[in-house]
């Protein structure tokens, strides 16, 4: 079956650290992924696309690595700060027809003390 | 406005009840879709419209749930008799391109409506 892992467990980190989240899929084979941004009684938000042809993509200090071998993509946050925190998801595209249906991973919490 | 709207913002019925969720999503996105999130889960796709077509209603989990498309803008999600596993945030987004555009365009989501069945 079809499945979007990420880690369940809250990831705590001392601010500027790096943070590392993991996205781990089976049985799709997307075309690109997306990370997004999810504050406590808030829709989600836009952080980056990385498609299959790409290694790497890189935003301010956000970064975002897909390898459709391993079949997984790294979120990295470099010199983290506590406004990071907020629950991180990842989101692939499945189905056809060309139109951005986006299946979700159940999302990693990020807690960054100070 | 500028992003995605959904009304209710709350909403808290009893069971049995029937329940409208409406969004108005960024004016010139073709393409809107609903999602649900239970607490602490992550989101589960319920249906996509492109124009005021709904191409893939896969995702709707039982026929007490519909949802329609007006004037290419407005969606309504309609929950008819209401049970407590009804108990969710409903998310819209809609995003400028849809099916035949090209792919991995920005979807935008709105607030959610908390909905709340006792």
């Known amino acids: 079956s079809q499945k979007i892992e990420q880690n369940s467990e809250a990831l705590n980190i001392q601010e500027g650290k790096t943070a590392t989240l993991t996205c781990n899929y089976t049985?799709?084979?997307?075309?690109?992924l997306q990370w997004y941004r999810q504050d406590p009684g808030r829709g989600p938000v836009f952080l980056l696309l990385?498609?299959?042809?790409?290694k790497e993509k890189r935003k301010e200090r956000l970064k975002v690595t897909f390898d459709t071998t391993l079949k997984q993509s790294l979120f990295h946050i470099t010199a983290s700060q506590p406004a990071d925190s907020a629950t991180y998801l990842c989101a692939l595209v499945s189905g056809d027809g060309g139109y951005n249906k986006l299946i979700f991973g159940a999302g990693t919490r990020l807690a960054v003390h100070p | 406005g500028a992003g995605v709207s959904q009304s209710p913002s709350n909403k808290v019925t009893e069971k049995g009840k029937d329940v409208e969720l409406r969004c108005d999503p960024i004016?010139?996105?073709?393409?809107l879709y609903w999602y649900r999130q239970r607490l602490g889960q992550g989101l589960e796709f319920l249906i996509y419209?492109?124009?005021?077509?709904?191409?893939?209603k896969s995702g709707l989990p039982s026929d007490r749930f519909s949802a329609e498309r007006t004037g290419e803008s407005v969606s309504t999600l309609t929950i008819q008799r209401t049970q407590q596993e009804d108990s969710a945030v409903y998310l819209c987004?809609?995003?400028?391109?849809?099916?035949?555009?090209?792919?991995?365009?920005?979807?935008?989501f709105g607030e959610g409506s908390w909905l709340t069945v006792v």
């Open positions: 987004a809609s995003s400028f391109y849809g099916q035949g555009g090209p792919t991995g365009n920005t979807i935008y």
């Open positions: 049985n799709y084979s997307p075309a690109y």
């Open positions: 419209f492109q124009g005021n077509s709904a191409p893939d």
């Open positions: 004016s010139g996105h073709t393409a």
């Open positions: 990385i498609r299959e042809n790409e």
